[in-house]
């Protein structure tokens, strides 16, 4: 059974600092892996989708990489600011692409940034 | 990006009782929708796969005769927790992929709280 792990659980940094998150999934066939973002009390806001046949992902101040092989992704964030405290949650999608499979979830980094 | 509504945001109701959400995808077509639970820091976990014109599929330890799901049609699926207990309180996302690329969209979440 798949299984996502993100480190740290918690962060918090200074603004202005870049910042990795980590992400682990153990079983590498996957079909896609997303990052999200959570505010509290609050649904999900897709950041970035990496393909399996991709190895990054941009967006703004965003970067997600992707190592399928070793089962890993990060998500970079540049010049960080006190808005992009919140939860940042990674999830794969198993299968060949037919639309028919979740997502497993990590339980997310809780992310502070001090003004 | 596509988008997905739920409704209610948030209900409460008294034990035994039981309650509807309603799970939309506005400007696209969902052949499938997928309802997760998050219980309070927590992450996400699928509960179940809706699916239009057919049986919904459960994960492993969701109960099907509580958890009801009917996939109405290609843009709404309603999940009904029936006689909802205490423990049943949580917070119900579901999401849908568009078809045209699979990204997976999710919507607002919904707020649970049985008393």
């Known amino acids: 059974k798949q299984e996502v792990t993100q480190i740290p659980a918690a962060l918090s940094v200074p603004e202005g600092e870049n910042l990795v998150l980590n992400c682990s999934f153990t079983?590498?066939?996957?079909?896609?892996l997303q990052w999200f973002r959570q505010d509290p009390g609050k649904g999900l806001t897709s950041l970035l989708l990496i393909q399996s046949s991709q190895r990054e992902q941009t967006s703004g101040r965003l970067n997600a990489s992707l190592d399928k092989s070793s089962g890993r992704s990060t998500l970079y964030i540049a010049a960080s600011q006190p808005g992009d405290s919140a939860t940042y949650l990674c999830?794969?999608?198993?299968?060949?692409?037919?639309?028919?499979?979740?997502?497993?979830f990590g339980k997310g980094t809780h992310l502070i940034i001090q003004p | 990006g596509a988008v997905v509504s739920q409704h209610p945001s948030w209900v409460i109701c008294k034990s035994g009782t039981s309650v509807k959400i309603e799970c939309r995808s506005l400007?696209?077509?969902?052949?499938?929708m997928f309802w997760y639970r998050q219980f309070p820091k927590q992450s996400l976990m699928l509960m179940a796969t809706s699916n239009e014109g057919s049986k919904a599929t459960y994960e492993q330890g969701v109960e099907k005769d509580k958890f009801l799901i009917n996939h109405a049609s290609l843009t709404l699926s309603t999940l009904t927790v029936t006689s909802a207990h205490p423990e049943d309180s949580s917070f119900y996302i579901c999401s849908a992929p568009d078809i045209r690329s699979y990204e997976q969209y999710f919507g607002p979440g919904t707020r649970l709280t049985v008393t």
């Open positions: 079983d590498s066939a996957i079909y896609n």
């Open positions: 400007d696209f077509q969902a052949t499938t």
């Open positions: 999830a794969v999608r198993e299968g060949s692409g037919g639309g028919a499979d979740g997502l497993t």
